[in-house]
Every structure is written in structure tokens, then in C-alpha cells.
């Protein structure tokens, strides 16, 4: 049974950098028919999709925070990372790093693809 | 972006129940549609993906259907296990978009 586990500090000043790995046990990270993710969750509220690469590196970001996101990847470690930048009080929220299959076509993300599995969270507050 | 838009945003029901979510996309998606499920407190799961086939663990009482713009999730003979929110998110175009979440709730 493969499994993700997000690590990183859970508290982060306004303006700073937030910083989290992803550490991928039990499975290759380098294997073909995935993306690695990357999810957050507000308190109390909705899912929203962060942004993805694949074990070559490619990476897809959500458009409203691809000016401040940075998703890298290191084969080696088995492990991927996100990095956010110029937080706010808005950036709180549970990060959800997760396996995101690629459905058998993994040139693009367009397509048949989905999140699974998840890691357990950790929740990042941005404090003032 | 695609807008993803569940409703009802909650809904009450008894064990026994069947309950129907509806999902719709504000631009026809085919069937690159996923359901999530959550419960409180714990981690998203994997549901069903392109629109209508069943994750391994779950039982066949959730049955999902559906192509283009207009989705649902279906749970027949509701159980205590199926009280959760439930999130459609569409994988036809980036940036992937959830809906708002469904609360089935007692």
C-alpha cells in the first residue's frame, strides 16, 4: 500500500515563503502514469487544484497562483515539493499533496485523470 | 476557467434513502468527471472517475452518470458510512475545478 506524507512548517508569516514536501512511500515517483499534486483546502471550505508536474519535470499550475507556486520534483528522494510564495491570511488552508493519474495518456492533463491517492494534510496557517 | 456547480449544497436523508447529486459544468466536459468523497475531519477519497466508474472499495450503491455539461451521483439505501460532502471536479482542461461540495447529512 503505497502512501504520501506532507511535511513542512505549519505556521508561516505574511509575505513569506510556505514550503512543503511530499514524501511518496511504496511507489515510484518516476513511474509513467502519474502526475504528483497538489491540493489546498480553506477551513471550512472548498477544494481547489494548486498544480501538478510529472516525473520529467513538466508542470501544470492553476493560473491564479502561478505567479507565486513552484512545484519541483526529485526522483532520487522520491519526493516532490511545493513552494508559495508572498503568502497572506488568504493562504490558510489544509495542503493535500496527492497521486494524480494520468488515465493512460500523460502528455497532457486534459483528459481522463484523476486524485488519488491522498496524503493526510497539513494544515498552514498564515499568521500576521 | 470551468465552473463546476453541485447542488443541492446539503441535503438531509435517512439511512435507507436514496439521494441524487447533481454536478454541472459551465462548458461541456465530455466525461472527465470526478466525485470525491469526504468525510469530516479526514482526507478527500476517490469516488468515481470518468464519470461513472466505481473506485475499487467502494460499494455498488453509488453509481454516478452522466457526459457533457449535466452530472450525478446517485447513493441508493443510504448508509451511516455515506454521510459526507461530496465535491465533482472536472479533468477536461486546466486549471482542474472542483464544484462547492454537496453535504449529505441525517
Known amino acids: 500500500q503505497w502512501q504520501l506524507q506532507e511535511s513542512g512548517p505549519g505556521l508561516v508569516k505574511s509575505s513569506e515563503t510556505l514550503s512543503l514536501t511530499c514524501s511518496v512511500s511504496g511507489f515510484p515517483i518516476s513511474i509513467s502514469t502519474y502526475f504528483w499534486g497538489w491540493i489546498r483546502q480553506p477551513p471550512g471550505k472548498g477544494l481547489e487544484w494548486i498544480g501538478s508536474?510529472?516525473?520529467?519535470?513538466?508542470?501544470y499550475y492553476n493560473p491564479s497562483l502561478k505567479s507565486r507556486v513552484t512545484i519541483s520534483v526529485d526522483t532520487t528522494g522520491n519526493h516532490f515539493s511545493l513552494r508559495l510564495s508572498s503568502v497572506t491570511a488568504a493562504d490558510t488552508a489544509v495542503y493535500y499533496c496527492?497521486?494524480?493519474?494520468?488515465?493512460?495518456?500523460?502528455?497532457?492533463?486534459?483528459?481522463?485523470?484523476?486524485?488519488?491517492?491522498w496524503g493526510q494534510g497539513a494544515l498552514v496557517t498564515v499568521s500576521s | 476557467d470551468i465552473q463546476m456547480t453541485q447542488s443541492p449544497s446539503s441535503l438531509s436523508a435517512s439511512v435507507g434513502d436514496s439521494v441524487t447529486i447533481t454536478c454541472r459544468a459551465s462548458?461541456?466536459?465530455?466525461?472527465?468527471l470526478n466525485w470525491y468523497q469526504q468525510k469530516p475531519g479526514t482526507v478527500p477519497k476517490l469516488l468515481m472517475y470518468?464519470?461513472?466508474s466505481l473506485q475499487t472499495g467502494f460499494p455498488s450503491r453509488f453509481r454516478g452518470r452522466g457526459s457533457g455539461t449535466d452530472f450525478t451521483l446517485t447513493i441508493t439505501n443510504l448508509q451511516p458510512e455515506d454521510f459526507a460532502t461530496y465535491y465533482c471536479q472536472q479533468s477536461s482542461i486546466t486549471p482542474l475545478t472542483f464544484g462547492q461540495g454537496t453535504k449529505v447529512e441525517i
Open positions: 508536474i510529472y516525473e520529467s519535470g513538466s508542470t
Open positions: 470518468a464519470s461513472s
Open positions: 496527492a497521486g494524480h493519474h494520468c488515465g493512460g495518456d500523460c502528455s497532457t492533463l486534459a483528459g481522463y485523470n484523476w486524485f488519488d491517492p
Open positions: 462548458q461541456n466536459i465530455a466525461s472527465y
